[in-house]
């Protein structure tokens, strides 16, 4: 159970395009979701954090405009990366809090590879 | 600031050994601390988690070990396998609500096993 659905696995666009990555809570509730950028032979980098409904909360120094995020329901949210340049080529993963009775945990996508070419 | 900090980086253990990984953390509020697995390419898997009111959690060959004194924790793999090679992240967050329930990472550590 709980399990992230994250879409696609892949994308190669060219520079100046956009690319929408999403994520689906398959068998649960995702109120709270966090979408990460990991580079090469390093730790995951929290983007930034959505809650159902409202507005996404970004860390310090991520673009805002640039990485659009969407959780407008409890099963999906997507991020949109908008005017990709290749330095935008990372690996994204997207993850959700799991909250039950007297416990609570994350489970995780399987992450998007994106190239910006 | 790095509030988990793990070790080693990287560790070549040979097939049949233990590897041990360690971390320590900064915020005595941290409350739930997940050890997790990443093979290239894929995103984290949970592997075992423990909570603070237990010293030691043992699920299969993995055993998470919790100091609460000392602020450490370490993951303990017994009989590491080939199949075990990837990297681990050690990981600490806050329960209740606000921005303090996101998960703080370690930096990982890239574990080979040689056959």
């Known amino acids: 159970g709980a399990v992230v659905s994250q879409h696609p696995s892949r994308v190669i666009c060219k520079s100046g395009t956009s690319v929408k990555i999403e994520c689906r809570s398959l068998?649960?509730?995702?109120?709270?979701m966090f979408w990460y950028r990991q580079f090469p032979k390093q730790s995951l980098m929290l983007m930034a954090t959505?809650?159902?409904?409202?507005?996404?909360?970004?860390e310090q120094g991520v673009e805002k405009d640039k990485f659009l995020i969407n959780h407008a329901s409890l099963t999906l949210s997507t991020l949109t990366v908008t005017s990709a340049h290749p330095e935008d080529s990372s690996f994204y993963i997207c993850?959700?809090?799991?909250?039950?009775?007297?416990?609570?945990?994350?489970?995780f996508g399987s992450g998007t590879r994106l190239t910006v070419v | 600031q790095q509030q988990v900090k793990q070790s080693p980086q990287s560790l070549i253990v040979q097939k049949g050994g233990i590897s041990i990984i360690n971390c320590a953390y900064e915020?005595?509020?941290?409350?739930?601390f997940p050890w997790y697995q990443q093979f290239p390419g894929k995103g984290p898997a949970l592997l075992i988690a423990?909570?603070?009111?237990?010293s030691e959690k043992k699920e299969g060959r993995f055993t998470i070990s919790f100091n609460k004194s000392a602020k450490q924790f370490s993951l303990h793999i017994m009989d590491s396998q080939p199949g075990d090679s990837a990297t681990y992240f050690c990981?600490?967050?806050?329960?209740?609500?606000?921005?303090?329930?996101?998960?703080?990472f370690g930096k990982g550590t890239l574990l080979t096993v040689n056959p």
């Open positions: 990981a600490a967050s806050i329960g209740g609500g606000g921005s303090n329930y996101k998960l703080t």
């Open positions: 993850s959700a809090r799991l909250t039950m009775i007297s416990f609570y945990g994350y489970t």
């Open positions: 959505s809650n159902e409904g409202s507005k996404a909360t970004y």
């Open positions: 068998d649960f509730q995702a109120t709270t």
């Open positions: 915020n005595t509020a941290f409350d739930y």
């Open positions: 423990i909570r603070p009111d237990v």
